[in-house]
């Protein structure tokens, strides 16, 4: 049986990771540049924070303090986050918004799929559902990225800013140590590290059909499954949390 | 104990009418559908008094999951009984579990029903032709994964030139 304090910090990072991408999301509502946009955004975030709903619940239950899911998404200070850097990056353009979505979608397609096996019997619940709601989400970006690669020069121009900005961040999705080795060895999530071919299969195809050159990053950035975040965090929070700093405790 | 303030217990005897009061909520997106036809009412029972209703969420971040919890509990409550209901996440839900009359009613309603996916991912990409609830033609175009819910994907006639929801495999 693995470490509460590892099973605590894995299901924190994966919360983290959804909540904050699906925050992310959200704030293209009214702003999509087409009304089925402006629709499926918000919709992937739904996807995003019912996941994240879930995963909070069950960590509250893992650490037996009697924290529930609004404790973790509100109430905790920016060092206490675990997501990755990535998902934090300010949105962008959409062809920014697109591809990171993209990113974080062929990662989490092959995570879910090896998750349904998972020995936390919890996790391969919420894994279950997650599985194939990411599907459409890989589906939905790698439609929106090959379109843009292989569309105009302004869009492909954007497309490929997008990426030098975004892949020194692909690498903290793999990243492994003592608490993905102890979920590893306790049957309870795959290392990462595993999941990578899976992950650069299904970028390698939809980066030719854009005709994309698969970007280089020489200098990966990572941190923040230390908790160590970048600057966009800190607005974030400020976004997500003012409602429960300017009224604690209220309730609807 | 107050008899005013007791509510009739039933006896065990009545689990078919605890479902039977369960199983008539409807869906507050889609009103045709009652939870039993979406397939997402797994079970009631009587326990220790309680009629204890569990229900699973059709998509992770589905915003009307309370809501219909909330109205099943109530519809036990008027039905007489002491009621509960519960969250069960596993196995997930799937559009295979419309009944066959939900099939129908969705597309009388206005919305291509889901088709058989079993439980293969692939199957869920595989080649699928969206017949338009209105005229019936093949001919249709998806315009959008997402729709005005998240289990629903925006196609579009290209025969009556309509628009319609398809009602998304999962």
């Known amino acids: ?252 | 104990m107050s008899v005013a303030l007791t509510r009739e217990r039933p006896a065990g005897g009545d689990v078919a009418r605890a479902f039977a009061a369960a199983a008539a909520v409807v869906d507050p997106e889609i009103p045709v559908l009652t939870v039993a036809d979406l397939g997402i009412l797994r079970s009631v029972a009587l326990e220790d008094g309680v009629a204890v209703a569990r229900l699973t969420p059709t998509y992770s971040g589905c915003p009307a999951v309370l809501a219909i919890e909330l109205a099943v509990e109530a519809a036990l409550l008027e039905a007489g009984f002491a009621a509960r209901v519960e969250r069960q996440l596993s196995p997930a839900w799937t559009t295979d579990w419309i009944t066959e009359d939900g099939r129908a009613k969705l597309l009388a309603y206005g919305i291509a029903p889901p088709e058989k996916a079993g439980r293969s991912i692939r199957a869920l990409f595989g080649e699928i032709e969206v017949a338009c609830p209105r005229c019936g033609s093949t001919d249709t175009a998806r315009l959008s994964e997402f729709g005005s819910t998240a289990c629903k994907a925006l196609y579009r006639c290209r025969r009556c030139a309509e628009p319609f929801d398809h009602f998304k495999c999962i």
Request: net charge negative; hydrophobic share 45%; with cysteine.
């Open chain 1, 1 to 252: 049986m693995a470490d509460g304090a590892a099973h605590l910090a894995f299901l924190l990072r994966l919360a983290d990771d959804h909540l904050i991408l699906g925050h992310r999301l959200s704030e293209w509502c009214g702003h999509a540049p087409m009304l089925e946009e402006d629709l499926a955004m918000p919709n992937m975030a739904l996807d995003l924070i019912g996941q994240a709903r879930a995963l909070y619940d069950h960590a509250g239950l893992v650490e037996g303090k009697g924290r529930g899911e609004d404790d973790f998404a509100y109430l905790r200070r920016e060092r206490d986050y675990l997501n990755c850097l990535m998902v934090e990056r300010e949105n962008g353009d959409f062809a920014h918004t697109m591809l990171r979505q993209l990113y974080f979608a062929a990662f989490m397609q092959p995570f879910w799929q090896a998750m349904t096996a998972s020995s936390d019997p919890t996790l391969a619940a919420i894994a279950g559902k997650a599985v194939k709601e990411v599907a459409y989400h890989v589906r939905h970006a790698g439609e929106w990225v090959i379109r843009l690669g292989d569309g105009t020069e302004e869009s492909a121009g954007r497309l490929r800013a997008a990426a030098e900005e975004l892949a020194p961040y692909a690498d903290e999705l793999f990243e492994g140590d003592r608490v993905t080795a102890e979920m590893a060895a306790a049957g309870i999530a795959p290392e990462p590290s595993a999941l990578r071919p899976s992950f650069e299969a299904t970028l390698a195809g939809i980066f030719a059909e854009a005709r994309l050159a698969a970007p280089q990053a020489p200098f990966p950035i990572a941190g923040g499954r230390q908790g160590r975040h970048s600057e966009a965090m800190g607005h974030l929070l400020a976004e997500l949390q003012h409602m429960q700093l300017r009224y604690p405790g209220a309730v609807w």
